[in-house]
């Protein structure tokens, strides 16, 4: 492994196709025999820092279509807070059912499961067939895994069938020092980034992007009203420079003066403090309360002088989504990728039918949204939002702190880049956005590497 970082660092990219592989590598991985450990306990109790391992594991072969790739950097989504406290089921189940579908997937189906779905660095091995790659190249990767044997996905590859996330649904992800993707997940890396940077992108810019401004979710167009609920979080920050990019106007909705400040760093005007302003949109366990809604609704008029969002980028479920209905305008769109509160939504239908309003359901994003939101990235409009980067060796305490909501925008991971600050190949166009680059570095919240500091 050291021949193949040494290459790279060295810029000897050409030589990294003729270094011989190592036959195991590093990755933070679950156990199969540990997913019953959280049994019993609430949520917020499930501690991501019992169940997450840094683990020996066997280095796959690329298959036909796959691709190994040396992983100089990684993300915390989401996505593995989920996996790391097995809700909403333990992902050894994804495993299995894809493995049982061909003898190439049958790999996927182990005792640990090698999590991570976003990843910067570079090609070491392709396997048959792979025509778009070859060893040496620097790339980014998004998260999703098609088959394509079907004829649902030749429209639009996420209504595939066989449509999985990469290091969720699938085995051998990021949080690593290899991984195996598909060559039709891989997109050029960002010249002006650094590999911690390039990697923070991939899952929430694509999501954020097929969300918003996709013809297959909400369409947005200059001048929209978009509410942003977890503006300064992992998609919301992307969703609110998408809205700012396209000429539309966030409004967005955060939980403390040191998020509303990261937002007003994006250029946003409008930002709401839930937590300050103290809106309890339920009564109790079983009622919401609609003059919540209807003073939620009338505080969004009075920042927008008088109108109500075109658009709600609605993700933490359950808690907002009676909200998110009530307060999108006549003929709006309420448009979800994910319930982060809680799954089971209620809302009054009247605002929806007679109103004219529709949901519309979101996934992750198709090979052509991810590479157009990578484009933006790599042309300077978009930029990642990383506030903190950690080492692989403590992956399992960014994910806690992800869980707890202690982090803005993107946490980092260094897996075999041996620092920060590295990878950058176009110094000229960083320089015109540094600033931009590091806005969330300077963010004041308690910070991961504080939290791994105190122990
Ligand atoms: P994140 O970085 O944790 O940010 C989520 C933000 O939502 C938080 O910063 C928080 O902001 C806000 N929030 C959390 N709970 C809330 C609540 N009860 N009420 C109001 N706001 C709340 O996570 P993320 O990466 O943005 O992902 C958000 C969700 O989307 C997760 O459930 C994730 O699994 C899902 N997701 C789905 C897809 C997909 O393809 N379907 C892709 C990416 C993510 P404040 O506390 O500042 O308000």
Not at 32 to 58: I, N, Q, T
Not at 153 to 165: A, F, K, N, V, W
Not at 244 to 263: H, I, M, R, W, Y
Not at 400 to 405: F, I, K, P, S
């Amino acid at each position: 492994m050291q021949k193949i970082l040494d290459a790279i660092l060295a810029g000897e990219l050409g030589e990294v196709g003729r270094l011989p592989v190592p036959e195991f590598y590093r990755g933070v991985t679950l156990h199969a025999d540990e997913a019953a450990m959280f049994d019993g306990l609430a949520g917020p109790d499930k501690d991501p820092r019992r169940s997450l391992h840094l683990d020996e594991v066997a280095t796959p072969e690329p298959a036909a279509g796959e691709v190994l790739v040396a992983v100089m950097a990684s993300g915390i989504n989401h996505n593995t807070v989920w996996s790391s406290i097995f809700e909403p089921l333990p992902t050894f189940g994804f495993l299995s059912r894809y493995g049982r579908t061909s003898p190439q997937a049958a790999r996927h189906d182990l005792p640990y499961h090698v999590l991570g779905s976003d990843l910067a660095g570079v090609v070491l091995r392709c396997g048959e067939g792979v025509a778009a790659w070859q060893p040496g190249d620097e790339v980014v990767a998004h998260c999703l895994s098609v088959e394509l044997h079907h004829p649902d996905g030749h429209s639009d590859t996420m209504l595939d069938p066989e449509q999985r996330i990469w290091g969720f649904e699938t085995n051998f992800g990021g949080l690593a020092e290899l991984a195996l993707v598909k060559a039709n997940q891989l997109m050029p890396k960002p010249g002006h980034l650094t590999w911690e940077e390039a990697a923070a992108s991939g899952l929430v810019n694509s999501t954020a992007y097929r969300q918003l401004v996709s013809r297959n979710g909400a369409g947005m167009k200059q001048g929209d009203i978009v509410l942003i609920w977890g503006a300064s979080g992992g998609l919301g920050s992307y969703a609110t420079q998408l809205a700012l990019n396209g000429g539309a106007t966030p409004v967005c909705v955060v939980s403390s003066p040191q998020k509303a400040e990261v937002c007003r760093r994006m250029g946003a005007e409008l930002v709401i403090d839930r937590v300050a302003e103290g809106y309890r949109f339920w009564k109790d366990e079983h009622a919401q309360d609609p003059r919540e809604w209807k003073r939620f609704g009338a505080r969004i008029r009075e920042l927008t002088g008088g109108e109500d969002p075109d658009i709600v980028f609605e993700h933490p479920g359950r808690d907002t989504f009676g909200a998110s209905v009530y307060v999108a305008r006549r003929g709006g769109t309420i448009v979800s990728c994910a319930s982060t509160s809680g799954y089971q939504h209620t809302f009054d239908n009247r605002y929806l039918w007679m109103h004219l309003k529709r949901i519309v359901g979101t996934h992750f994003a198709n090979y052509r949204e991810a590479w157009e939101a990578n484009r933006l990235i790599a042309k300077g409009r978009i930029h990642p939002t990383l506030s903190e980067v950690v080492p692989l060796e403590h992956t399992a305490q960014a994910v806690h702190d992800v869980h707890h909501n202690l982090h803005q925008g993107k946490v980092g991971v260094l897996c075999l880049a041996p620092a920060q600050g590295l990878g950058v190949t176009d110094p000229e166009l960083r320089a015109k956005h540094e600033q931009a680059i590091n806005r969330f570095r300077t963010a004041s919240v308690a910070s991961v590497a504080s939290v791994v500091a105190a122990g």
